[in-house]
């Protein structure tokens, strides 16, 4: 596998703000945030995309969305009246520029719709 730089963030090869981590997953601050809260929640294994996620990979997505839930409470973005978005995108065109698998959890500003 050539080098992967969320692998290298989850070996700690990387310094990144860690907010949360876990046996399955870490949980970092994105280091070009759209909003004031913008977390990234990778598995520690290596997966490529959400195109690439098998039913043997349910553990590992369940616990990221747990962190990210968790993420939101902590950084005070999860109740009912302000809320958050969870994030995957998968592809060039969805502009998914590190091919590992990682949930954005971005919040504490209003968000518009449709995103991009």
């Known amino acids: 596998m050539s080098a992967c730089l969320f692998c290298d963030v989850v070996a700690g090869k990387v310094p990144a703000e860690v907010v949360r981590s876990t046996e399955k ?33 349910a553990e590992e997505v369940a616990e990221m969305l747990v962190t990210a839930r968790e993420v939101a409470n902590d950084e005070g973005i999860a109740s009912s009246d302000r809320g958050y978005r969870l994030v995957m995108n998968v592809g060039s065109d969805a502009m998914n520029s590190v091919p590992h698998l990682h949930l954005h959890v971005i919040g504490g500003r209003a968000m518009t719709w449709p995103p991009g």
């Open 25 to 57: 997953v870490v949980a970092f601050r994105d280091i070009n945030p759209t909003a004031p809260v913008h977390v990234l929640v990778v598995p520690r294994r290596h997966i490529e995309n959400a195109a690439a996620l098998e039913l043997e990979d």
